[in-house]
């Protein structure tokens, strides 16, 4: 079999694990591209399978479909992506996976420990954040790091058709504060150990 090798909708989707409808929104979102038959059926190139993979991949751990889609933009439309247009993608995303490996860390090793979110209901809650003073520098559990933290993430893993319409997704919104064991208030007379914020 060749890259180029054509398949129908019903094959990309069994080879993929996409449901149909999630094939057909990802082509309006301009993620994929299909060419069609004298009678109109879809047909798709067989290394559009690798396309599926990353945008599953890359939304499982968290990245938007604009992440995705701007990714796959730099990618050439009138050949087979080779390992060097991949290689590209790989650079330029390793500064944001290294971060959101690094954020997830960060929550598997904090969940037992205060993370700022205004709780209070944990002992260490009150010594790193008496009263939720930590509440004044905004919304959310300050204590984790900001990749936690955006808002607006939106996933079409492929495990549930995503839904017909061509609103965009919401952009991430990151808040800036506090990083794990950096937290200092001027006026807090209470210190602060780094530990105890995971």
Not at 3 to 32: H, K
Not at 144 to 152: D, K, M, Q, Y
Not at 183 to 193: G, H, L, S
Request: glycine share 10%; proline share 8%.
């Amino acid at each position: 079999m060749l890259p180029s090798d054509l398949m129908t909708v019903g094959e990309l989707s069994r080879r993929s694990g996409f449901a149909p409808s999630a094939l057909r929104f990802y082509e309006r979102q301009g993620l994929l591209a299909a060419t069609r038959t004298s009678g109109g059926q879809r047909r798709y190139e067989r290394h559009v399978l690798r396309r599926l993979a990353f945008i599953r991949a890359a939304t499982a751990v968290g990245l938007s479909l604009d992440d995705v889609a701007q990714a796959l933009a730099s990618l050439p439309d009138a050949r087979t992506p080779t390992k060097a247009d991949w290689s590209v993608i790989s650079r330029r995303w390793r500064s944001r996976l290294d971060e959101e490996i690094a954020a997830l860390v960060a929550l598997r090793d904090g969940l037992e420990s205060c993370i700022g979110c205004g709780c209070l209901s944990l002992r260490r809650c009150r010594i790193s954040n008496p009263h939720d003073r930590i509440g004044a520098l905004g919304p959310g559990a300050r204590a984790l790091p900001a990749a936690l933290r955006r808002t607006g993430r939106a996933h079409h893993g492929g495990h549930r058709p995503p839904p017909p319409s061509n609103d965009e997704h919401p952009t991430d919104h990151t808040t800036d504060g506090c990083h794990p064991g950096t937290c200092q208030f001027a006026d807090n007379p209470v210190d602060t150990p780094a530990d105890e914020f995971g």
